[in-house]
């Protein structure tokens, strides 16, 4: 594990935290808009079971590479690896169940409107 000066952290393991906090002020913000296409984004996300080659411990994530032509704002690249932040997915799964939500509504409708014949 590292700390470095800069604010940065390498940690090989779990990391644990009563919270994280991310600057999300409007006034640190320009030129903001929705999120279009997040069903679409969540569909072709690949969730995946996979061992780890170093450690051998079983887990469950995504691909990197996959990731990057989808969201590429949630990858990184650091000593020639690619990494996600698995926080920056949030947003895309946010409004890709607030789409589902408003055709799940509209569906509740039309059903009720077909069984009033």
Request: avoid cysteine.
């Amino acid at each position: 594990s590292s700390l470095f000066v800069d604010g940065t952290g390498h940690f090989g393991s779990q990391v644990t935290a009563a919270s994280f906090l991310t600057p999300s002020d409007m006034r640190l913000k320009d030129q903001i808009s929705t999120i279009h296409d997040a069903e679409r984004m969540i569909h072709d996300l690949r969730g995946v079971r996979f061992r780890w080659k170093k450690s051998g411990l079983h887990d469950i994530g995504v691909i990197a590479q996959e990731v990057s032509t989808i969201i590429p704002e949630a990858v990184y690249m650091e000593d020639e690896k690619m990494m996600v932040s698995y926080d920056k997915l949030i947003p895309v799964l946010l409004q890709g169940f607030k789409s589902l939500q408003i055709r799940v509504v509209e569906l509740e409708k039309q059903v009720a409107a077909l069984r009033r014949g």
